[in-house]
């Protein structure tokens, strides 16, 4: 009896694992990717189909940032009851043991003790005492167990949610693509003049010196009162979902600092507009790649840098959410594919994002919240 004791001792001092079920995110994220799915059959019919398609992006982006986290978590979890039940293989053959015997058999002599009646006394309340906290302890295993099952099936059901996922939202890119590519809704603010256009890009050897020649492309600016932003300033939303990879001021690896920032994302992601404001440029520039210049008020410029397709002519007038176009790393086919995306490349692609106030760099995370989920 003594030995029982010492074991239960021994049990009662392991620690417990904490009831949180661990896949409840990738649940959720389901349930996103469901009605991301319903939204992208209701795009087709929606009066305004950009803004549909742009909606039913985000949603399926979001949806698939929070099935990846589920996924994550439901993995690590699993391993974690993994790892606690073949370490403690030892204890659970001695638990089942010690609960085998609390099954008395049926001859009257398994009740007596060789103490005598005392020891038998004695020993009844003992095992009275340890029976409930031993069943219980069997009761946890149980329940660590089918946690493992639950998880590996909730696993097996998310991954292919996933995949689903990964399908539709190339589905969505796609036909966003096209709707952008018909749209003739947006109101010109002023058009641009291809041969000083051509001019400064050659002679601009810097961002600074083509920033500061913009205006010398427009042609008949019709002018555009922009809505106030000051209210606004630290509180517009990224671009893209992403996560900050490189701040102001801090050098790459080739040693080159940029007053700009560096956004990781997923290749493939939606780049929007924080806010309104007119194209004052989109196009190649320098060995920046494809760039779009926002300019949201006079005198204040945004400038987006790295996205594989653009959307929007220079001189348009957008409003806040507009899409920008999308980030690189995905197929050159525009059918629908989880090729890159689902492939482990996971944030492979950078989006640079750099403010410029009277063309005086500012600090970019002074105006965009970072509070957002990449």
Same mark, same amino acid.
């Given at each position: 009896m003594r030995t029982l004791a010492a074991f239960f001792l021994c049990v009662c001092a392991l620690p417990l694992w904490a009831q949180e079920d661990a896949g409840a995110l990738a649940r959720e994220a389901g349930a996103q990717l469901e009605a991301a799915s319903v939204r992208l059959a209701e795009a087709e019919s929606a009066r305004n189909r950009v803004r549909a398609l742009t909606d039913t992006v985000h949603a399926y982006e979001a949806g698939l940032s929070a099935m990846r986290a589920g996924l994550r978590r439901a993995a690590i979890r699993e391993a974690q009851?993994?790892?606690?039940?073949?370490?403690?293989?030892?204890?659970?053959?001695?638990?089942?043991?010690?609960?085998?015997?609390?099954?008395?058999?049926?001859a009257p002599t398994a009740f007596l003790h060789p103490d005598g009646p005392n020891g038998t006394a004695r020993a009844g309340m003992l095992l009275a005492e340890l029976t409930p906290a031993l069943n219980q302890r069997a009761a946890q295993l149980r329940k660590d167990l089918s946690d493992v099952e639950s998880l590996r099936l909730l696993q097996e059901q998310a991954a292919a949610q996933l995949q689903t996922g990964l399908t539709e939202v190339q589905t969505a890119r796609s036909a966003l693509n096209q709707a952008m590519a018909e749209r003739t809704d947006l109101p010109q603010r002023f058009s641009e003049d291809p041969v000083r256009?051509?001019?400064?890009?050659?002679s601009a050897?810097?961002?600074?010196?083509?920033?500061?020649g913009l205006a010398s492309i427009v042609e008949g600016d019709v002018g555009w009162t922009p809505p106030e932003v000051d209210d606004l300033i630290g509180e517009f939303p990224m671009p893209a979902r992403g996560v900050i990879l490189r701040r102001a001021g801090e050098p790459d690896a080739a040693g080159i600092a940029r007053p700009g920032i560096l956004l990781a994302t997923r290749p493939g992601t939606l780049v929007s507009a924080p806010t309104a404001a007119t194209l004052r440029y989109v196009g190649p520039l320098l060995d920046f790649g494809t760039v779009t210049i926002l300019e949201p008020r006079p005198g204040t410029l945004i400038v987006l840098a790295g996205m594989a397709v653009s959307y929007g002519k220079t001189g348009q007038?957008?409003?806040?959410?507009?899409?920008? @176009?999308?980030?690189?790393?995905?197929?050159?086919?525009?059918?629908?594919?989880? @090729?890159?995306?689902?492939?482990?490349?996971?944030r492979s692609e950078t989006l640079y994002i750099e403010v410029r106030e009277?063309?005086?760099?500012?600090?970019p995370l002074e105006w965009f919240s970072t509070e957002q989920d990449g």
């Open positions: 009851l993994r790892a606690q039940l073949q370490a403690r293989d030892a204890e659970i053959a001695q638990l089942v043991a010690v609960l085998q015997t609390l099954t008395p058999d049926e256009t051509a001019i400064l890009i050659a050897e810097t961002l600074d010196a083509f920033s500061s007038i957008i409003a806040a959410s507009t899409p920008l @176009g999308l980030m690189g790393g995905l197929p050159a086919s525009n059918g629908p594919s989880t @090729g890159g995306e689902g492939g482990g490349a996971e009277n063309n005086v760099p500012m600090d």
